[in-house]
């Protein structure tokens, strides 16, 4: 597993995937496969639970700082998500 810092955060990588993400300078990190929670700030009501699908490097494919891919339960698709959209 390796580590790199790109664009104000922190990821982990297991053979070219990034499988984890963390801002710099937090301990709030956010792994693939993990369940989360949206806080209602955007798109979702807030309690709806989703997994985390993919996480993006951050500055690739014009994205910055949603780079959190989450399906939402009842959706059939993934949405971008920032850290702070979700409940830590």
Do not use: W
């Not at 709030?28 to 993006?56: C, D, L, S, W």
Request: proline content about 3%; charged content about 25%; aromatic content about 8%.
């Amino acid at each position: 597993m390796e580590k790199s810092e790109i664009g104000g955060y922190i990821l982990e990588k297991d053979g070219g995937k990034i499988i984890a993400i963390t801002p710099a300078g937090s301990t709030h990190t956010i792994r693939v496969g993990q369940e989360v929670v949206a806080n209602g700030r955007m798109f979702f009501p807030a309690g709806t639970k989703g997994k985390v699908i993919k996480i993006y490097e951050p500055h690739a494919e014009r994205l910055t700082s949603d780079v959190i891919g989450v399906q939402f339960e009842g959706e059939s698709c993934c949405s971008f998500m920032k850290f702070k959209d979700l409940l830590s």
